[in-house]
């Protein structure tokens, strides 16, 4: 059940079995996973980042790309009725990301439908995805970089709201939301503790035209992730999520488990700022996320691990139960 109509949205993101984009998880996401969210009616996304290769070797992008593409191909073609959502690229923009020029060329090779571009809006990287008839979505974390996002040719926004996993912003969606729309017509998805199909709907209600759900994919059986990381996601709510700083110079949601783990007291954390990112190939900062673990808050509905395909026949159950029983609630 629908809030609105999906016309306005790009052909691309029209059609979907249910308005959902499973964020892509640093570490996590892969091909496995993409294509699992991506025939389960999604769509499926990942980090560039996350296709890693010894020195030397070919770019492990180029091949992610190509086994994704190939076997959603497959897939369309033997269930044509239900075809596979597409899916995004993930791509940090940041200076430090000394692999970027080169991923861009990649993606623009390989055709990829939709690009999702973090921490920092460049021209450049939207005229990239452009070239090949790409859609580009930019997360922010409030309405000033929302503004300056879209002034600089993205072509629809997430919006980061408080309660979001890994890198995720303070503000309440009510408040993100509502001051977007007051100027901004186009594609707009919502990120921030979004893990049942109650919560999607919330979110349609409010404007957003998608629900961007990432934290419940790393407890299924395709995601990338350490078994215990998966186990602690299974038991553990939103009282267990921290908010910090220290591990990539970025504010962001964690799980308070792993922090204790890692040694270290998620009660007396010290700060880092901006100056401490670092993207680049062969930097050592993003192997914090291996033992310390990006949580958002809305862990507390998921109870096991599982198949992505149940993780999402879930969501679309209590999706279509709420919205039925909205319209009730409406006629009384």
């Not at 190939?70 to 369309?76: I, S």
């Not at 861009?104 to 939207?126: D, K, M, Y």
């Not at 310390?292 to 999402?312: D, M, N, Y």
Request: negative net charge.
């Amino acid at each position: 059940m629908n809030t609105q109509s999906d016309k306005h949205l790009p052909k691309v993101l029209q059609g979907l079995r249910i308005p959902v984009i499973a964020a892509p998880l640093f570490i996590i996401s892969v091909p496995k996973l993409v294509i699992a969210q991506c025939k389960a009616g999604i769509i499926g996304s990942f980090p560039a980042l996350n296709a890693r290769e010894s020195e030397g070797e070919p770019p492990l992008l180029g091949k992610w790309l190509t086994e994704i593409s190939e076997e959603l191909d497959r897939y369309n073609q033997r269930n044509p009725d239900t075809p596979a959502a597409p899916f995004a690229v993930n791509q940090i923009v940041h200076r430090s990301n000394t692999r970027l020029d080169r991923d861009l060329e990649i993606c623009v090779r390989h055709n990829v439908p939709l690009w999702i571009t973090s921490l920092g809006a460049r021209v450049e990287v939207n005229e990239a995805a452009h070239s090949c008839g790409g859609i580009v979505l930019h997360d922010i974390i409030n309405n000033t970089f929302a503004r300056k996002a879209i002034e600089k040719g993205a072509d629809g926004l997430v919006a980061v709201a408080a309660g979001a996993g890994g890198h995720a912003g303070q503000q309440s969606p009510f408040a993100l939301i509502r001051e977007i729309r007051e100027w901004f017509n186009g594609t707009l998805a919502l990120s921030g503790a979004i893990a049942t199909g109650e919560s999607l709907l919330a979110a349609r209600t409010l404007g957003a035209d998608f629900g961007y759900i990432g934290s419940p994919f790393i407890a299924t059986d395709e995601a990338n992730a350490h078994v215990d990381y998966k186990e602690m996601i299974t038991q553990s709510g939103a009282e267990d999520i921290i908010y910090s700083s220290l591990f990539t110079g970025v504010w962001g949601n964690y799980l308070r488990g792993s922090v204790e783990n890692a040694g270290m007291d998620p009660n007396n954390l010290p700060q880092a700022d901006a100056s401490s990112m670092n993207f680049s190939a062969g930097s050592s900062k993003p192997k914090a996320w291996k033992t310390v673990w990006g949580s958002g808050q809305g862990i507390g509905p998921i109870k096991s691990v599982e198949p992505t395909a149940a993780l999402v026949d879930r969501i679309v159950k209590e999706y279509e139960i709420a919205g039925n029983q909205m319209i009730l609630n409406l006629k009384k």
